[in-house]
């Protein structure tokens, strides 16, 4: 087994690093504050090549894989998770297309997403009532002339105000259940699209997340992502990267918080020794440092096989829950051993855990992981598969 990371991996890691201790970390505070949107970060991870590392070369993307994707998720959430979230979807979204879609959207799409033409990438599928069960969705398309139209809201759409390419999914046979949904193509500021309110968040104050209202919206035949029909399929792969991504955004939030709280553990003196010296607080970094190099191995395993095209479902799910849900641990515990300070806007730790909190309810809950690993298990059971 090779833990080893390629030259390139390490170069889109570095890439990362720099750009998020440049040009992220400095503004995070104040992005949080005035929730400001990061459209001219965006613009320069386009030309760093950052808007698409797993998106092939020959669509402007970087090629450079999944692994290389999360590990440059996780350097930027540790900049700035609220920029994270952005390059995540927009990422999604490309790969997507790239994946999926027919020659035209491929070369109509894909390079405005990587090129930041486009701004970033949006991802519709929840509803306000449909969350944890898309399949429930009522946004609907129905034909019209040689295309369709689309009717319906959609909730929580992660930068769907600003993203110039939407993955919109919506019911084309609402007797076929799952089998009647169909995934489309938007174009950002499509006639009959409109952008609802804009949520006032508890964290990732800086990403926009908006609801889209599509009120005849009328799309040609060759918006149609994956056949129709196809839509539920599509989104269930999707989201099972996107939880690569989530868990890699997790990872970086915690890693800058843990990071913090080591500095400030050596730095802060009580009772005559830095507090790092006391064993409560050592053993509570010990932890924290432990579930992240955990949270880290599980989440570039999950890489590595979608990478290698092997099956990586269940170890996507596994990462996304153990690493989001430690993350929230270890960001509650920097907070904790920055004492009263900690709990003050003067230290990012309060905005980590601001910012981590979300990690564990989008693309998929932590209750929806442990549902897709169980059953899973059962799958993996029933076939006599039950060792790994
Ligand atoms: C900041 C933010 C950004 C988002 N961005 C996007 C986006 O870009 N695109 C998009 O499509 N969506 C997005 N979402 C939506 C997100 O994916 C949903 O919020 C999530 O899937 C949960 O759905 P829900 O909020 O409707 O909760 P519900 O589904 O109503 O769940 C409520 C609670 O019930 C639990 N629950 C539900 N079903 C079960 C079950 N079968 N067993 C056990 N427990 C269950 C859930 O785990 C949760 O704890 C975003 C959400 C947020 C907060």
């Not at 969350?131 to 139209?149: C, I, N, Q, V, Y």
């Not at 995934?183 to 409109?194: I, P, Y």
């Not at 050592?282 to 999950?302: E, H, I, V």
Request: glycine content about 14%.
């Amino acid at each position: 087994m090779d833990l080893a990371l390629t030259e390139e991996q390490r170069a889109v890691q570095r890439t990362a690093r720099e750009f998020a201790e440049r040009r992220l970390a400095p503004h995070a505070r104040a992005r949080d504050q005035a929730s400001t949107f990061p459209l001219d970060e965006l613009l320069e991870l386009a030309n760093l090549g950052l808007l698409g590392v797993a998106v092939p070369e020959e669509l402007g993307g970087a090629g450079a894989g999944v692994v290389a994707y999360s590990l440059a998720m996780m350097e930027l959430a540790r900049g700035d998770a609220s920029v994270a979230v952005a390059v995540s979807v927009t990422n999604m979204v490309g790969e997507l297309i790239a994946r999926l879609g027919d020659e035209g959207q491929r070369q109509r799409h894909v390079p405005r997403l990587t090129s930041g033409a486009a701004v970033c990438g949006a991802f519709a599928l929840s509803e306000p009532q449909a969350g944890s069960d898309p399949a429930g969705l009522t946004t609907k398309a129905e034909r019209s002339g040689a295309g369709w139209r689309l009717t319906g809201t959609k909730q929580w759409i992660t930068s769907g105000d600003r993203a110039g390419v939407i993955v919109v999914w919506a019911m084309t046979d609402p007797g076929a259940g799952h089998k009647g949904i169909t995934a489309f193509l938007v174009e950002g500021g499509a006639r009959g699209l409109t952008v609802g309110r804009l949520e006032d968040k508890m964290g990732l104050r800086g990403s926009s997340t908006a609801q889209l209202t599509f009120d005849g919206v009328e799309v040609g035949e060759d918006a149609v992502l994956g056949g129709v029909g196809g839509g539920f399929r599509l989104a269930m792969m999707a989201l099972d990267g996107g939880r690569i991504g989530i868990a890699s955004q997790a990872i970086g939030v915690a890693r800058g918080a843990l990071e913090a709280a080591i500095r400030y553990a050596g730095e802060r003196v009580q009772f005559g020794v830095p507090i790092i010296k006391h064993q409560a607080i050592g053993n509570m970094l010990a932890d924290a440092a432990t579930w992240l190099d955990a949270s880290t191995l599980m989440t570039l395993r999950a890489a590595a096989l979608k990478e290698s095209g092997q099956p990586f479902g269940d170890a996507a799910a596994m990462a996304k829950l153990f690493a989001t849900e430690k993350a929230g641990l270890i960001c509650d515990i920097a907070l904790q051993v920055h004492g009263g300070y900690g709990y003050t806007t003067d230290f990012p730790v309060e905005r980590a855990c601001r910012d981590v909190r979300v990690t564990r309810i989008y693309e998929g809950t932590s209750e929806i992981q442990r549902i897709v690993i169980a059953r899973s298990l059962l799958a993996r059971s029933a076939a006599g598969r039950d060792g790994r």
